[in-house]
């Protein structure tokens, strides 16, 4: 598998600079070789936590609640009751109802998400009509609680490889920057209306239900991005702090702020070294990028993230995410 991948990487890289004209000097295609093995690398990665987020996300729905005429809040939701009002394969609205935010995202957060979300919505989509899933109990609470659980570790997962298959959270993104919401006002806003429908076109007591198995699943989210909020405050520590810096304001489409800093080791701090220290703030969305492009120059870099519950002015809701 490791002779495969640096195979790969090797013909990709070549292809790369099939166009530079002469003889390529050594280093030129060391460093697109190494570029190229960490986006391969990140490529997998996030490819196998989406695929995961699918399958779990299709257990939620075939063996929990779509059998059972439950629904959920976000996107999911919309497309339980149009599913449920019409009689329509479920597979249909999940792709209909999610290309508006699609669309939202390919110009809220960039092209790489937007792809992604829509290869991983139509798996989903394809997955929910083939897979067949046996209704695992017709119990209520059970119904609730672990059909929120499967379909919101399939959210989380995906947005740890760095797509979505509910576009809540790009509809809340979108929303925050024209507006004086935050993403979390907007999100609430978004399921209470969800919920009020459900009230009215079918009982109190199912849009009871769908709110504990919107609370299931959310905190399920949470719980997977390892609690990371709506923004992520990270510190870069690294001896090509330069580099990084312009990668974060080029290719990231992010301001950062530079700290004079001292690093070193030995119980005198002897050995203390100046340095700059990079700090940026980033929506989750955003995080498998940034690591992508933060060890393409430096893999031994030093990494503090830290949840940010939300941000006002600065370049974080003015500028478009690249």
Do not use: W
């Not at 987020?53 to 009751?81: Q, W």
């Not at 809220?108 to 929910?128: K, Y």
């Not at 940034?290 to 393409?296: A, F, G, S």
């Amino acid at each position: 598998m490791n002779s495969f991948f640096k195979y790969l990487a090797t013909v990709i890289t070549r292809l790369r600079l099939k166009n530079r004209k002469g003889t390529l000097p050594r280093k030129v295609f060391e460093k697109a070789f190494k570029e190229t093995k960490v986006e391969l690398s990140h490529l997998f990665k996030d490819s196998f936590l989406i695929l995961l987020g699918i399958v779990s996300a299709s257990i939620g729905l075939k063996g929990f609640l779509l059998p059972n005429a439950f629904i959920d809040g976000g996107v999911t939701g919309i497309s339980l009751i149009l599913t449920e009002i019409t009689s329509l394969s479920l597979a249909i609205f999940i792709v209909l109802v999610n290309v508006p935010f699609i669309i939202m995202g390919f110009s809220t957060i960039g092209r790489q998400f937007a792809f992604r979300s829509l290869i991983a919505i139509a798996v989903l989509a394809i997955s929910v009509h083939l897979l067949e899933v046996p209704t695992v109990t017709d119990d209520k609470l059970l119904i609730a609680v672990f059909g929120g659980f499967f379909l919101g570790a399939g959210i989380g997962l995906a947005i740890r490889g760095g797509a979505v298959i509910d576009g809540t959270e790009v509809l809340a993104i979108f929303i925050s920057k024209k507006t004086a919401l935050t993403i979390g006002d907007v999100i609430l806003l978004f399921n209470i209306l969800i919920f009020s429908v459900a009230a009215y076109i079918f009982t109190i007591e199912i849009s009871l239900y769908a709110m504990l198995t919107y609370l299931a699943a959310s905190k399920t989210v949470d719980f997977v991005v390892s609690g990371i909020e709506e923004y992520v405050g990270v510190t870069i520590i690294s001896d090509h702090s330069e580099e990084i810096r312009l990668a974060v304001i080029e290719k990231m489409g992010r301001g950062c702020t530079i700290y004079d800093g001292k690093r070193g080791f030995g119980k005198r701090g002897d050995r203390l070294k100046e340095t700059d220290i990079i700090y940026t703030l980033i929506t989750r969305l955003e995080l498998a990028k940034l690591q992508t492009e933060v060890d393409k120059i430096d893999k031994n870099a030093f990494l503090v993230m830290h949840s940010i519950k939300d941000a006002k002015g600065g370049m974080i809701k003015k500028r478009p995410m690249k």
